[in-house]
């Protein structure tokens, strides 16, 4: 036992932005004024760390993979309410979560991720930082929802291939924003405790918001603060999570069987969320299944994705989201285009090849006329000259006469 001071803790509850479930927040006031007790004295604890497990996958037709080797699937938790920085007596903070995962995805024993979930929510600070590692995994990563995955903790789900939820009344959603704080100075002062606070002159705004706040007027911070984060937290899932409705983004919680097919997959135990993430590690060629998301960031598959007529969803970071449906479309007509590409290039070739014997013949057909034009003016001098040519050429009986050669060009031409 001993005594915990946790400047960081303190400071995300009293000053930043959470997204976190209303309720939870309501729950967890006597918590936060036990922190605040100097007389409150809490249980040294540790986070709760990835683990690896080895399972048998099975295919697409639901039989054991014929590999004899089993997948390693790392498990990790995100549990309780969330920080950026670890809680010195509560869960592992998004930094170190980020960091397992990534080491995860490195790790040429594993083969895909599982992300376990019980969390209401937490800090806006560092969730979408965790959302982007999890997007990025070039592994399979499954979110397994045990009981909550609300607010920020859905966030980051979302950024999952997959959603499993434990049972029919998990509780998933709360897109949303909220802040809370708490002003203890007038208690204070009723202890006699007197407040100065001073600015610099240049420092006009120093402290306009803070004193909006303490005064009831929330609509500028609204507005300038939370207003841009909730949009940023429903870009985010939209594009995640295309099958998303806009009622989802009001900032409701839901039971999961009422959300299968757009905010989860499915509804189903542990060893099943574990199962899939091993199935979809056994081809390196990944794609997700419906509902999930396939990014592609490069111009050139962007441009094919709309050459191609497959309807897309453009994301904030300019990404495009497909389903699986939609990425076997665009790879059949990469493939097409590779055809049509190699078709191309040999009709070029041809038509090239074909444009020089035309060139070539069009040269002939010139000096053809320009002897014929020579002939009219005096055909007995230039049938002369032309025979004379023809025995200073080497020509003979059988050589092949002028006339002759000027129908057969004539004809080629044609």
């Known amino acids: 036992m001993m005594r915990a001071f946790q400047p960081h803790l303190v400071s995300a509850i009293l000053t930043e932005p959470w997204a976190i479930y209303e309720k939870v927040v309501s729950d967890y006031a006597p918590i936060v004024l036990n922190i605040l007790n100097k007389d409150v004295v809490f249980d040294a604890g540790e986070p709760v760390l990835p683990s690896a497990i080895s399972v048998n996958a099975r295919n697409s037709a639901g039989s054991v993979s014929s590999s004899s080797d089993p997948v390693n699937v790392s498990v990790i938790t995100i549990a309780g309410p969330l920080t950026k920085n670890d809680q010195f007596c509560g869960p592992a903070g998004t930094k170190s979560i980020g960091n397992w995962i990534k080491q995860a995805d490195k790790d040429p024993s594993i083969g895909a991720i599982v992300l376990n979930i019980d969390s209401p929510g937490g800090t806006v600070n560092g969730t ?134 757009s905010l989860i997959d499915k509804i189903g135990n542990f060893d099943s969320a574990v199962s899939r993430a091993a199935e979809l590690s056994l081809t390196s060629a990944y794609l997700p299944n419906p509902n999930t998301k396939l990014n592609m960031n490069k111009p050139d598959l962007k441009r094919l994705a709309k050459a191609s007529g497959v309807p897309t969803l453009e994301s904030v970071d300019g990404s495009i989201t497909l389903t699986a449906e939609q990425a076997v479309a665009v790879e059949g007509a990469l493939e097409a285009h590779e055809t049509s590409n190699a078709t191309l290039s040999q009709k070029v070739t041809d038509s090239s090849n074909q444009q020089a014997r035309v060139t070539e013949l069009e040269g002939q057909l010139q000096t053809a006329n320009e002897r014929i034009a020579e002939l009219e003016k005096d055909p007995a001098e230039t049938t002369a000259d032309l025979n004379k040519e023809t025995d200073a050429n080497g020509g003979g009986a059988n050589d092949e006469s002028f006339f002759a050669r000027l129908g057969r060009l004539s004809n080629q031409n044609k």
Not at 168 to 175: F, L, M, N, R, Y
């Open 128 to 261: 979408e930082e965790l959302g982007n590692i999890i997007r990025q995994t070039k592994k399979p990563i499954i979110a397994f929802v045990e009981d909550m995955a609300a607010s920020a903790a859905y966030w980051l789900a979302a950024a999952c291939d997959e959603i499993i939820a434990n049972n029919s009344t998990a509780q998933v959603g709360s897109i949303g924003v909220l802040t809370s704080f708490m002003d203890m100075q007038p208690a204070l002062e009723l202890q006699g405790y007197k407040f100065h606070l001073i600015t610099a002159p240049q420092s006009t705004d120093k402290v306009k918001t803070w004193q909006q706040l303490r005064s009831g007027n929330y609509e500028e911070y609204k507005e300038n603060v939370l207003k841009p984060l909730a949009q940023k937290f429903i870009d985010s899932v939209k594009s995640d999570r295309p099958s998303a409705e806009e009622k989802h983004f009001t900032a409701d919680i839901y039971f999961a069987q009422d959300v299968v097919g």
